[in-house]
């Protein structure tokens, strides 16, 4: 396998590790206001993915950076082309980060209700810009012979692309109940799983059409690659784990559905970076929108060094806040409340507010 082909790969799965990693906190703040009935349910929502969701972001950040890194000319055509989605992701990705920190800062119900607004919306946007970005790398867009885009916003807003941000805002829905199911107690436990198994069977529907789509449109004809038998397969199965009360293999499930969706994308993208609709001629490709061999080198040492490094830090988090959360240890106010931020940064006992 040449370096291009490696940081291919490794781009692939790091988009791949954001969808599953973000997918479910994405999921958690849509569904946060309407499952969390009053206010220590929303709090309880919220602290499930509190200590984990900054971290989770990092790997978006480190896919564009390796974007950069190894294929500049992909990163420089596709960031610039797609600039309104990313303006939009960026404005997403904000209002998330602000509403974590903002809401507690006041005990007041209208407070709340502003910032709670604000990171529901936050967590829809994100996974349908991204999701029209990642589609619109293998749909085409309009790109000339200098790699550059040509195109405008209507270029980027066709069917199959929407599709596709639309189908993984669904994953985000599925994936974030099956996370509640797996991280709450009692009636906010119950309504998380009713509300995953309400949303399996529209999951099914939308990945099996997307994987028909997305090898058609790659024009490899209908018939589905391993990757995406197995993403319907992960979410069928869900489906049924989410019946039979297995909080934990299903939220796996969710997991293996999302990652295999995200990551037959790139497999059918594969050898190219971005089509060009304009003419096939025009297609990057990983080896000529490749960095040159010194930088590749280099970047694959550091990568080798410091990525083992990340995993082992955020799966040790992942198991210190292992602990389901409890919706009644966030039913009496701490008497710091109005001054607490409304995200507990700590497994202990005693909330935040």
């Keep these: 396998m040449t370096l291009p082909t490696l940081w291919f790969v490794l781009v692939a799965l790091l988009w791949t590790g954001f969808f599953v990693l973000e997918g479910f906190d994405l999921g958690v703040g849509m569904l946060h206001g309407v499952l969390g009935k009053d206010e220590a349910g929303r709090r309880a929502a919220i602290n499930t993915i509190g200590p984990l969701w900054d971290g989770n972001e990092v790997w978006l950040v480190v896919a564009a950076a390796a974007m950069f890194a190894a ?31 903002f809401r507690g800062k006041r005990d007041s119900p209208r407070w709340h209700r502003t910032w709670d607004v604000m990171l529901t919306t936050g967590s829809v946007l994100v996974p349908l810009s991204i999701g029209l970005l990642l589609g619109n790398l ?150 000529s929108s490749a960095a040159g061999p010194y930088a590749l080198r280099l970047v694959t040492i550091v990568t080798l060094v410091f990525l083992p490094l990340v995993l082992v830090y955020q799966g040790w988090t992942y198991y210190v806040f292992r602990e389901r959360v409890r919706v009644e240890s966030f039913s009496t106010p701490h008497p710091s409340a109005a001054h607490a931020p409304s995200v507990a940064t700590v497994p202990a006992p005693r909330p935040r507010a």
């Design 71 to 101: 294929f500049p000319a992909w990163y420089a055509t596709a960031f610039s082309g797609f600039y309104v989605l990313v303006v939009l992701l960026l404005a997403a990705l904000i209002a998330r980060g602000v509403s974590f920190e």
């Design 138 to 287: 293998l749909h085409g867009v309009p790109v000339n012979a200098s790699q550059e885009f040509t195109g405008g916003l209507a270029d980027l807003l066709n069917a199959y692309s929407v599709f596709f941000a639309l189908a993984v805002l669904v994953l985000c829905v599925l994936h974030g109940a099956a996370f509640m199911a797996l991280r709450t107690t009692g009636d906010l436990r119950t309504r998380a799983t009713a509300t995953a198994r309400r949303t399996a069977p529209l999951a099914t529907l939308a990945v099996l059409v997307l994987v028909v789509w997305t090898h058609a449109v790659a024009g490899k004809g209908v018939v589905p690659n391993l990757l995406q038998v197995a993403s319907v397969l992960a979410v069928v199965a869900a489906w049924w784990l989410l019946h039979e009360g297995a909080d934990g293999w299903a939220f796996a499930a969710t997991s293996v559905a999302m990652g295999s969706t995200v990551l037959s994308l790139f497999a059918d993208l594969y050898p190219r970076l971005l089509v060009s609709s304009t003419s096939p001629a025009f297609d990057l490709t990983v080896q």
